[in-house]
């Protein structure tokens, strides 16, 4: 049975704009087997593309303590900030290649990579080492896979994509609540080598159902001859502004997730309790990714992302500021900060996608991530006090809340009824 897309709209938005009326012209099965076994194989790659960076306190926290003892929080911040950096930077070519050629050799070449970067992770010991393993090589690897798995879901979905995204986009919270506790069994036993061949075993594992499992079905788009990117999309008011608040969340997303260990050693925590931080942030961000996707399908995506930037602000202002040394305070922002932050990830594909004709969606995504590259390069590598770090990532999320209001009101005006 063939369903009509949906508009994102309600009648009194007036006229649609040009690309929402092509999205009507496609048809799209919104579930079935096929579809549901794509998002289910993005999910697993999800594993793997963010299951590292949303460890990265257990990280941070282990190589201050052994092979990275002399360095700085700020320097082992670049760590964590490359690798995402690299992501998104070489994603740009990735959605493009995607739009022309399909999923299949990125995806099988991302995998390889990933799991090559954390067998020879295992023998690194030094800081120069590790950047090119664990931020540059997997970095890459995760660059083939990122954009193709949201941009495949856009193949199969339109109207149900929210729901579909945060399903998939829950991957990575999945990894950040399992790799915390492999790591807390097997460092200490086995030591970082074997630890990190383990990971690699994982991600071998994870990587069969990615490749399996995923899928396109919409034609090449004719609209863009050349795979490489195309700036001019930046012309479009609405796309620019997302960007914009793409950056800025990015900008203060890094920081709680890299550093909430260390701050919470600084406060007198011993090492085994914290562990439990990052979990907590990953079992928010679980339920953040995929309910906050379900709902947009039903008040809008840019109505629901508002809400959740707005949430991660509150959270980063009003509970984390004042938290000080109380636990409890420190517990309930994990949850909070990872539900709305993992709402987040799960919106940012589905909004770029309502800006955009499907044909043509990895060449948008990866172009918005553009702007995430950048966001996430400057904002882990700080040095400075625990409270202008707090203060940095909340008004980074003020400052993206008025960006995503600006992106609404471009393309519906002020009126809070509308669904958009």
Not at 42 to 70: D, H, I, K, R
Not at 262 to 284: E, H, Q, T, W
Not at 376 to 381: H, M, Q
Request: aromatic residues 14%; glycine residues 10%; contains cysteine.
């Amino acid at each position: 049975m063939k369903n009509e897309a949906a508009p994102t709209s309600r009648e009194d938005m007036g006229p649609r704009p040009p690309q929402e009326a092509l999205e009507e012209q496609l048809t799209y099965p919104e579930g079935g087997l096929q579809g549901w076994c794509v998002v289910l194989g993005s999910f697993c790659a999800m594993v793997s593309v963010f299951g590292l960076p949303n460890t990265a306190a257990v990280f941070e926290s282990y190589f201050s303590e052994n092979q990275l003892s002399e360095y700085s929080p700020s320097q082992l911040g670049w760590i964590f900030s490359i690798y995402l950096f690299v992501l998104f930077l070489f994603g740009i070519l990735a959605g493009p290649a995607f739009d022309k050629y399909g999923h299949r050799g990125l995806v099988a070449a991302g995998s390889l990579v990933m799991i090559a970067s954390l067998e020879i992770l295992s023998f690194c010991t030094e800081y120069y080492q590790i950047i090119l393993t664990f931020s540059i090589m997997a970095g890459l690897g995760a660059s083939l896979l990122n954009t193709p798995s949201f941009a495949s879901i856009g193949h199969w979905f339109n109207t149900r994509r929210g729901l579909a995204m945060g399903l998939a986009a829950t991957g990575g919270s999945f990894g950040g609540v399992v790799f915390p506790f492999v790591l807390q069994a097997t460092l200490p036993r086995f030591g970082f080598a074997w630890s990190m061949r383990l990971l690699g075993l994982i991600y071998l594992i994870f990587s069969v159902p990615t490749n399996l499992l995923m899928r396109t079905r919409l034609p090449p788009s004719k609209k863009f001859d050349s795979i490489w990117p195309d700036i001019r999309l930046f012309r479009e008011p609405k796309f620019a502004f997302c960007c914009c608040g793409v950056f800025f969340m990015e900008y203060g997303v890094l920081i709680p997730l890299t550093y909430i260990i260390s701050f919470s050693m600084c406060k007198g925590r011993d090492a085994g309790s914290n562990y439990l931080l990052p979990i907590l942030i990953n079992v928010g961000s679980i339920i953040g990714r995929a309910l906050p996707g379900f709902v947009a399908d039903h008040i809008g995506r840019f109505n629901t992302i508002v809400i959740t930037v707005g949430l991660c602000t509150i959270s980063v202002f009003g509970i984390w500021l004042p938290a000080g040394s109380s636990w409890p305070a420190l517990l309930v922002f994990t949850f909070i900060f990872g539900f709305a932050s993992g709402g987040n990830v799960s919106l940012i594909p589905a909004c770029i996608g309502q800006l955009c004709d499907s044909r043509d969606y990895g060449r948008f995504l990866s172009t918005a991530m553009l702007s995430a590259s950048f966001g996430t390069l400057l904002g882990i590598p700080l040095e400075t006090a625990w409270k202008a770090l707090i203060l940095f990532s909340g008004f980074s999320y003020f400052v993206s809340l008025g960006c995503y209001v600006a992106a609404r009101v471009l393309a519906v005006g002020w009126k809070l009824n509308v669904v958009y």
